[in-house]
């Protein structure tokens, strides 16, 4: 396993478009969070640190995840007390938890089919130079992203419900992309599945 990296998996907003109680609503008969947590858990990274905020459900579904896959030394949960903010708040906190490393992968609550195989494609990327890595597929850039720690301190400057993407943009060659053909780097749940 690569040394250095840290694992981050966002999940501290109110899902309000949703109605409430996204990342702990059924999604393929689990609570939706853990395709998030089991592309986390499966990352080339030492810890996987949950950013928890608007639904306290959220912990013990982490929790009850990591204990079935034989995970919960590799758990960390952190509390953005901002997370009212927007997505930026739930960065920094965080991006403030996992200080010591190399870069830290960037994971979404609510993006069940992200495509394991990828993780460690992102990783070669920073170990030969890059400042960050995503995957792309036709053209759309997707997540997880891969973010070295030079990149952090511009990341902790992020306001309102804003995350990497701007920055990202900046990084011109800097930003390595990896192409995929497996569209869960784009699938996100925003809204219930129609009655």
């Known amino acids: 396993m690569r040394r250095g990296f840290e694992a981050i998996v966002l999940a501290a907003g109110s899902g309000s478009r949703f109605g409430g109680g996204k990342l702990v609503s059924d999604f393929g008969g689990a609570p939706l969070i ?6 986390a858990f499966a990352a080339p990274a030492r810890c996987v640190t949950v950013v928890l905020g608007a ?15 034989g995970e919960s030394r ?6 953005a007390a901002d997370h009212a903010q927007g997505l930026s708040a739930s960065l920094r906190a965080g991006l403030k938890a996992v200080d010591d490393c190399r870069g830290a992968f960037i994971f979404l609550g609510d993006m069940p089919r992200i495509p394991h195989d990828l993780l460690d494609a992102l990783a070669d990327a920073l170990d030969q130079g890059a400042a960050a890595a995503a995957p792309v597929v036709n053209g759309r850039r997707g997540h997880p992203a891969l973010i070295s720690a030079e990149l952090f301190e511009a990341l902790r400057g992020l306001s309102g419900d804003q995350g990497a993407r ?30």
Request: proline share 7%; glycine share 8%; net charge negative.
């Open 34 to 39: 853990e395709g998030a947590l089991a592309a």
């Open 166 to 195: 701007a920055i990202l943009d900046g990084l011109g060659e800097r930003l390595a992309l990896i192409p995929t053909e497996d569209e869960g780097v784009l699938f996100d749940v925003d809204q219930p599945p129609p009655a």
């Open 74 to 79: 590799r758990l960390n949960l952190v509390y």
């Open 55 to 69: 639904d306290d459900r959220v912990e013990e579904a982490a929790l009850a995840f990591a204990r079935r896959w």
